[in-house]
């Protein structure tokens, strides 16, 4: 075997149960062989589950190096400090009063796809994958509700379903208590205006050719907003999404991943919508980044008396932000209730699997406070 294994980042883009996996698999290869692993990450949750000794580096510089222990429980430089800080904690927010408000709910909502092979026309019908099965969910007025699971559970699916970017085979989605399929042409306009996307890939959602300015603007543009007046609304939104006004001239790939997400944020809220549909919105970012956009969005819906239907598969994410969270799996939601008490006492055993392989969880962060 090899003396040493470099592994870069090999549980970035992974689910929580997989990423166990892969982890125990490189500590079980590493007893065996002997192997010495030079393992780059940005996530100290992962770092407390597999390091022997930490080096910490900014700007191409080493900032600081010791022991796992020595650096996670006593880290002496502030860029250090800062990285340990920003790992979402555990520890679910507190139970707010939820209103009686229901502003949108999913009945029985189920999609499936057919995979089909066809040779010069010949079709020949393949497996149907169930992606949604009958989904009962309800988002009430100023609450965030996690949609959680993992790749393959149906819950991105269920979120185009919800904001119409696909049909759903079945079950019906409601908005303020109307059925959105019984809705006319310009009935439907308004509720994609009243329900916004915030996109997982901030590199992919923006256009490249455009200027912030024009990406953000040309909704409201569209729908009939004169121009002046949404420029103006943009710089607005250019501030509270932490932007300077300089960048309404720039183009997106004049700006990091973080930046380009503020940048998404800020053209889902220009249709004033009254729901925001964030789908991973902080998968793609570093864990430091990750916190800011967080504590972004929670700020944006209290600010904007806004409802927030949160996708992700890292429960560590769903405890900063949500209220109530449904978890589901291959399809079907398999448990819902309040963060807290899901956390503290989850029933079903795909739940408690996942709790379990959060990286990191048993790791006491004692001398640092976010």
């Given at each position: 075997g090899p003396k040493i294994l470099i592994a870069d980042e090999p549980t970035t883009a992974l689910d929580v149960t997989t990423q166990a996996q892969i982890l125990e698999l490189i500590k079980n290869m590493q007893k065996r062989l002997g192997t010495g692993v030079l393992f780059i990450t940005h996530d100290f949750g992962v770092v407390a589950d597999i390091a022997d000794r930490v080096v910490v580096m900014q700007e191409g510089k080493i900032v600081e190096t010791g022991t796992a222990k020595q650096v996670l429980n006593n880290p002496q430089h502030s860029y250090t400090q800062s990285l340990i800080a920003a790992i979402p904690k555990l520890n679910p927010r507190k139970a707010r009063k939820r209103s009686d408000n229901i502003v949108l709910k999913t009945d029985e909502v189920s999609k499936s796809f057919g995979s089909s092979i066809s040779f010069f026309g010949l079709g020949k019908a393949g497996r149907e994958v169930k992606a949604v099965r009958e989904v009962n969910v309800e988002l009430r007025k100023g609450e965030t509700l996690g949609i959680v699971g993992e790749s393959g559970s149906g819950k991105?699916?269920?979120?185009?379903?919800?904001?119409?970017?696909?049909?759903?085979?079945?079950g019906q989605i409601e908005l303020d208590g109307v059925d959105i399929s019984k809705l006319n042409r310009k009935d439907m306009r308004s509720y994609r205006n009243r329900i916004q996307m915030v996109f997982q890939d901030p590199f992919a959602s923006l256009n490249p050719r455009s200027r912030v300015g024009d990406i953000i603007s040309q909704g409201p543009i569209l729908q009939g907003v004169d121009k002046e007046e949404a420029h103006a609304n943009t710089r607005e939104l250019l501030d509270i999404v932490g932007l300077d006004h300089k960048s309404f001239d720039r183009f997106p790939h004049e700006f990091s991943g973080g930046q380009r997400q503020r940048i998404g944020i800020a053209r889902a809220l220009a249709?004033?919508?009254?729901?925001?549909?964030?789908?991973e919105p902080v998968s793609a970012l570093d864990v430091s980044i990750q916190a800011q956009i967080l504590e972004l969005l929670d700020k944006i819906r209290?600010?904007?008396d806004l409802s927030m239907l949160f996708i992700t598969h890292d429960l560590r994410v769903a405890a900063q932000v949500c209220d109530q969270?449904?978890?589901?799996?291959?399809?079907?939601v398999i448990e819902v209730g309040p963060t807290a008490k899901l956390f503290a006492n989850p029933k079903h055993e795909y739940t408690k699997s996942l709790l379990a392989a959060i990286p990191g969880k048993n790791w006491h962060?004692?001398?640092?406070d976010a």
């Open positions: 991105s699916t269920l979120a185009r379903c919800i904001i119409k970017l696909m049909e759903s085979d079945q249709l004033k919508p009254d729901i925001l549909v964030a789908d209290k600010q904007m969270v449904a978890v589901m799996q291959y399809g079907k962060f004692s001398k640092v």
